[in-house]
């Protein structure tokens, strides 16, 4: 046979091995420092981003996350008394998160890691402020979305009497707990929200179902967030049922710590546990290059 032939016959094989290679990459999940390093990425580009456009985005994002108390409120006046109806009407808990989350707008609980992993590659003092002013920022627009979301919910004639009475149940319940429990249940809130984004970035079509799963759980669980909160506790501020002093510490401040702890101090330590050695070896990899 010439030479010419057999490269002719050894095509075809070279192409199906090379069509198989790409769909084994395809089909491969993604390495613990790869997701790490899609989030660190995101998290950059969200710390250079003006601060009018986090104002907006937070903005609409504490706004929109008034659909998740909504949600809950309609499932529970509207399903049966029934010992499972509360496992399904924290479904509609989900429903603020899914808009929020896959519209890309600026929740605070979210940069409880995306963009604490530049800081701490980074370890440099600039990147630490950046960091802090875009927690402040968005935690503001955040809250503000939420009262505004909160007043519309007590106008009159929004919803209907049975509505108002859930939406009260719901809000008393999320905010009566008291600071230590608040804080307490707020850390496994924090551990959630991290865990949605560190799954997201190695998800390529199940971002619904994993907001819609890991947020029912917070619901389920019965574990306090931060944002989602604040709408109940604006709609009690609103219509008088709570002082502002009560709010900031029995609810505010000790969930604020708490989602904090969960989604900082203790799944992005151990996130960035497991990677920091792989993370120090390329970065001494690419200095030797």
């Given at each position: 046979?010439?030479?010419?032939?057999?490269?002719?016959?050894?095509?075809?094989?070279?192409?199906?091995?090379?069509?198989?290679?790409?769909?084994?990459?395809?089909?491969?999940?993604?390495?613990?420092?790869?997701?790490?390093?899609?989030?660190?990425?995101?998290?950059?580009?969200?710390?250079?981003?003006?601060?009018?456009?986090?104002?907006?985005?937070?903005?609409?994002?504490?706004?929109?996350?008034?659909?998740?108390?909504?949600?809950?409120?309609?499932?529970?006046?509207?399903?049966?008394?029934?010992?499972?109806?509360?496992?399904?009407?924290?479904?509609?808990?989900?429903?603020?998160?899914?808009?929020?989350?896959?519209?890309?707008?600026?929740?605070?609980?979210?940069?409880?890691?995306?963009?604490?992993?530049?800081?701490?590659?980074r370890k440099s003092l600039s990147c630490f402020?950046?960091?802090?002013?875009?927690?402040?920022?968005?935690?503001?627009?955040?809250?503000?979305?939420?009262?505004?979301?909160?007043?519309?919910?007590?106008?009159?004639?929004?919803?209907?009497?049975?509505?108002?009475?859930?939406?009260?149940?719901?809000?008393?319940?999320?905010?009566?707990?008291?600071?230590?429990?608040?804080?307490?249940?707020?850390?496994?809130?924090?551990?959630?929200?991290?865990?949605?984004?560190?799954?997201?970035?190695?998800?390529?079509?199940?971002?619904?179902?994993?907001?819609?799963?890991?947020?029912?759980?917070?619901?389920?669980?019965?574990?306090?967030?931060?944002?989602?909160?604040?709408?109940?506790?604006?709609?009690?501020?609103?219509?008088?049922?709570?002082?502002?002093?009560?709010?900031?510490?029995?609810?505010?401040?000790?969930?604020?710590?708490?989602?904090?702890?969960?989604?900082?101090?203790?799944?992005?330590?151990?996130?960035?546990?497991?990677?920091?050695?792989?993370?120090?070896?390329?970065?001494?990899?690419?200095?030797?290059?």
């Open positions: 046979m010439a030479p010419s032939d057999k490269n002719q016959t050894d095509r075809p094989t070279d192409t199906r091995t090379q069509e198989e290679e790409a769909h084994v990459k395809d089909a491969s999940r993604l390495s613990a420092r790869l997701i790490y390093e899609v989030i660190r990425r995101d998290g950059e580009e969200e710390l250079e981003r003006p601060t009018a456009s986090l104002i907006w985005s937070g903005l609409a994002a504490g706004i929109l996350i008034s659909l998740s108390v909504i949600g809950e409120a309609t499932l529970r006046t509207y399903l049966p008394e029934t010992r499972s109806a509360f496992l399904v009407e924290n479904l509609g808990y989900s429903l603020g998160f899914l808009v929020v989350i896959l519209g890309r707008m600026q929740l605070f609980t979210e940069n409880t890691i995306t963009t604490v992993l530049p800081v701490m590659k402020l950046s960091m802090l002013r875009l927690w402040a920022v968005v935690l503001v627009a955040n809250i503000v979305g939420a009262f505004i979301a909160a007043y519309f919910m007590t106008v009159s004639g929004v919803f209907s009497a049975e509505m108002q009475n859930s939406l009260m149940n719901l809000s008393q319940h999320a905010v009566g707990m008291g600071a230590a429990q608040s804080l307490l249940r707020g850390i496994p809130a924090g551990v959630l929200v991290a865990s949605i984004v560190w799954m997201m970035a190695s998800s390529h079509s199940d971002g619904f179902f994993i907001i819609l799963a890991f947020t029912w759980m917070i619901a389920a669980g019965d574990f306090t967030h931060i944002i989602a909160g604040s709408v109940e506790m604006a709609y009690l501020i609103w219509l008088g049922e709570l002082g502002a002093a009560p709010a900031l510490i029995d609810f505010f401040l000790p969930v604020l710590v708490g989602n904090v702890v969960g989604g900082t101090v203790i799944f992005t330590m151990l996130a960035w546990g497991q990677v920091k050695n792989e993370v120090a070896h390329g970065a001494e990899a690419n200095k030797d290059r």
